[in-house]
């Protein structure tokens, strides 16, 4: 990758057209949208609300198949930057299927979204579920395959050692958290899913402790994301171990795409002024002790 | 922005299958911009505003229809108002819409008209008995009517009408109505893209440029914050008038 900040999966990545935007406006890599074995809507509205310090979503892993996406992946890597496929399933068999019908640069194995029955953090908060669908799924390709942690658990270390322990070649922490927020007049949850997952600023110091604890235990590479807006924060968690930064809900502010150069350009500048590698700079928060 | 909640103050039967709900809330929209409309526990959908504190609704689905069985005193959620609206610019403008998409043109139209612009419209209707705001663009200026059925007006589409226009004279144009009949205008104004404004209908979810559901082929132009409103030359060679996708992302 030509600089260490990512699109987050999630966010845009439906279509070929908005991840090859992203990769134009910046990012060294983008993430697609989590795809599965069949289409799916997603949830209800409101599946977005902002609240204090960000966003709480349930989105409800809308996707088209990987039957129809393969073609969304190749226009998205028209962008010149590395394509990381996002797949979930329900276990090892479902998530082979996915990733063998897919051609792309990686896989990030959903094992965390916080909000969809069956899926995602429902069965990546087991260490054992982790490791078993890593294994299975880095036996069937040839390429790297990341997993991606939820934070919703008591030990998000013994997560990341199962996903190394199955073959993953870095782990992508953190996922949202496991939230809810209340309509006052009414006094109904909001999502249509009633609860959803918290991101934005509001997690950054969760994730930041996430990366240290990980980045500390694991030998393979540590994905810092949760609350990334400003070079200052992909530095703080690159400090904390993180060899790269994901990107997802700071696409909502004004300057849009434009947060990927903005961010890349500002840590490189502050590389400058240091007088650091990238590699000088990661970790380095682990030597005060 | 959490949603606001909004009671409502009116309900006005416009035709058989169109009402307009008016809100206690002035939300002083640009034209153009929508709302996140949250029918509590139903869905939440994005609608064009006709009024200040106003939407215009057709009858298409389960939210519309649970928002049809609201009475006055009753409320919705709303986020909003959302998106990039209309832009008015020159001195004399041409309003073209289709069926509900003259609401947000109703709006507009009274902007412009406050402004001492000269101001002509175009609308197209299946028949007679959908005719919307007929009034309040005949305050405005001229009104020109299509009807597909010749029931009322000029027989044909909202595009039959602009043969009785002289379209260089227009410093702007604004269209919002059914996608194939916006694509037939902007094809019949070859060299006029960059002075053409148009509304444009996609399957938005979060309403804040973040999950991707209504962005543009091949551009990636997300339509909840860069749009509704898209300016005509960069639709140019795009997936409108073509298709568009669903909520899976599947093309439709």
Redesign the interface.
Same mark, same amino acid.
């Given at each position: 990758m030509d600089n260490p900040v990512i699109l987050a999966a999630?966010?845009?990545?439906?279509?070929?057209?908005?991840?090859? *935007?992203?990769a134009q406006s910046g990012a060294g890599g983008v993430v697609t949208?989590s795809v599965g074995s069949v $289409?799916?809507?997603?949830h *209800?509205?409101?599946?977005?609300?902002?609240?204090e310090g960000g966003?709480l979503?349930a989105?409800g892993l $809308?996707?088209?198949?990987y039957a129809?996406f393969q073609e969304e992946i190749d226009?998205g890597r028209e962008g010149g930057a590395p394509v990381v496929a996002s797949i979930f399933g329900s276990g090892p068999q479902e998530f082979v299927e996915v990733a063998e019908s897919l051609e792309a640069d990686g896989f990030e194995l959903n094992l965390s979204c916080p909000h969809a029955e069956k899926y995602g953090a429902e069965i990546g908060c087991e260490a054992c579920n982790v490791e078993e669908i890593t294994r299975a799924v880095k036996r069937s390709v040839a390429i790297p395959v990341w997993v991606k942690l939820t934070p919703n658990v008591a030990d998000i270390v013994g997560l990341g050692l199962a996903a190394q322990r199955g073959g993953a070649d870095g782990v992508v922490a953190i996922n949202t958290l496991k939230a809810m927020?209340i309509?006052v007049?009414?006094g109904?949850p909001?999502l249509?899913n009633r609860f959803g997952g918290l991101s934005g600023p509001a997690i950054k110091p969760v994730a930041v402790r996430c990366v240290f604890d990980l980045a500390d235990a694991l030998e393979i590479p540590v994905i810092g994301v949760g609350g990334i807006s400003r070079w200052q924060d992909a530095a703080e968690m690159i400090m904390a171990g993180a060899a790269g930064v994901q990107v997802?809900?700071a696409?909502?502010n004004p300057e849009?795409?434009g947060i990927f150069r903005s961010i890349a350009e500002g840590l490189s500048t502050y590389l400058e002024r240091k007088e650091m590698t990238l590699e000088e700079l990661r970790g380095i928060a682990g030597r005060f002790s | 922005?959490?949603?606001k909640?909004a009671q409502i103050v009116e309900i006005v039967r416009e035709t058989a299958n169109v009402r307009t709900i008016r809100f206690d809330l002035d939300l002083n929209p640009v034209p153009g911009q929508y709302l996140?409309v949250?029918v509590?526990?139903?869905?939440?959908?994005p609608m064009s505003m006709s009024y200040r504190n106003g939407i215009t609704v057709q009858l298409v689905g389960e939210a519309t229809r649970a928002i049809f069985d609201l009475k006055v005193g009753e409320?919705l959620?709303l986020?909003g108002p959302l998106g990039n609206g209309f832009s008015l610019a020159g001195d004399k403008i041409l309003l073209v819409g289709g069926g509900v998409g003259a609401a947000p043109l109703a709006l507009l139209g009274k902007a412009a008209s406050k402004r001492g612009m000269e101001v002509t419209t175009l609308l197209g209707f299946r028949c007679c008995d959908d005719l919307l705001f007929r009034e309040r663009f005949e305050r405005i200026g001229e009104l020109i009517i299509t009807t597909d059925d010749g029931s009322e007006g000029i027989c044909g589409r909202a595009s039959a009408g602009l043969s009785c226009l002289d379209l260089q004279k227009f410093d702007q144009i604004y269209l919002c109505g059914p996608e194939p009949m916006m694509a037939d205008v902007i094809g019949r104004c070859r060299g006029m893209e960059t002075k053409i404004q148009a509304s444009i209908d996609r399957y938005f979810?979060?309403?804040?440029?973040?999950?991707?559901?209504c962005?543009?082929?091949?551009?990636?132009i997300?339509l909840c914050?860069?749009g509704p409103v898209i300016r005509a030359d960069r639709l140019a060679g795009t997936e409108f008038g073509k298709y568009r996708?669903?909520?899976?992302?599947?093309k439709n």
């Open positions: 999630g966010i845009l990545g439906t279509t070929g057209a908005s991840l090859k *935007r992203a949208k $289409p799916r809507d997603g *209800r509205g409101p599946t977005v609300v902002q609240v966003l979503n989105m $809308p996707n088209p198949s129809n226009i927020a309509d007049e009414s109904r909001i249509g997802g809900t696409l909502r849009g795409y | 922005m959490r949603p909640n996140m949250w509590r526990g139903v869905d939440e959908v409320s959620g986020r979810k979060c309403g804040m440029g973040i999950c991707g559901s962005c543009i082929d091949p551009s990636g997300r914050v860069e996708r669903g909520p899976s992302g599947l």
